[in-house]
């Protein structure tokens, strides 16, 4: 089982909204990260955790807040985001943060309004 | 600092062979990557390659490595419509595991 769960698949909301993405894999993974994807363009790394602390953070806006709850679960909560905003939020995991293989998620399709 | 480059595009006949072409810049990249993306998903995972190594193959899968050149192949035998998508090439950081991606192909397959 390579599967990496996010949920929802589609999220529409406005700017004044609080919304959360969440990431979930049963892999035993200890390294959960998510990137930002734009149209036509490739995936860009947001924030990496590692047995659930906060690893690297690639100097994303605070409006973007990402929490690992435990081994399993990543989320990403979402408040007063942009329109530019808009975007695919992929999750991945991989057993560690140098592992070889990261999966990915099929990703949040994200539109602020 | 690591850049990734692909062509945009490529466009094969069903039956015939793809090769998709990466170069990238850190010559410290121990593993290289292919990912593949159909429209509106997420990204798959196809293969990798140990930076020791110069070639893998995997079914209908084919990369080939020239570190001297920094230079990354995916041949794709046999291409069926199902192969179209995008295919990123991506290396890895070693400072942290964060995968840095080439701005992708678009594979389209005509039958």
């Known amino acids: 089982d390579t599967e990496v769960t996010q949920t929802p698949k589609h999220l529409v909301m406005g700017m004044t909204n609080k919304k959360s993405l969440k990431c979930e894999q049963h892999m035993g993974h200890r390294a959960m990260y998510w990137y930002k994807q734009k149209a036509k363009k490739p995936p860009e790394l947001m924030f990496v955790y590692s047995y659930e602390k906060l690893s690297i953070n690639e100097s994303v806006p605070s409006r973007f807040s990402p929490e690992c709850p435990n081994s399993s679960l990543l989320n990403l909560h979402l408040h007063a985001l942009q329109p530019e905003d808009s975007a695919l939020y992929l999750c991945?995991?991989?057993?560690?943060?140098?592992?070889?293989?990261?999966?990915f998620g099929q990703g949040t399709r994200l539109t602020v309004v | 600092g690591e850049d990734v480059e692909q062509s945009l595009f490529l466009s094969v006949r069903e039956g015939d062979s793809s090769v998709i072409n990466c170069t990238y810049t850190?010559?410290?990249?121990?593993?290289l990557y292919w990912y593949k993306q159909e429209p509106g998903a997420g990204l798959q995972l196809l293969t990798y390659?140990?930076?020791?190594?110069d070639m893998k193959q995997d079914q209908r899968l084919t990369v080939l490595l020239n570190k001297k050149d920094k230079h990354l192949s995916l041949r794709i035998a046999d291409t069926q419509t199902g192969d179209s998508a995008i295919y990123f090439c991506a290396e890895r950081d070693n400072q942290g595991g964060k995968l840095i991606f080439g701005q992708g192909t678009e594979l389209s397959v005509k039958p």
């Open positions: 850190d010559s410290s990249s121990t593993y």
């Open positions: 390659i140990f930076s020791n190594m």
């Open positions: 991945a995991s991989s057993r560690g943060q140098g592992a070889t293989e990261a999966f």
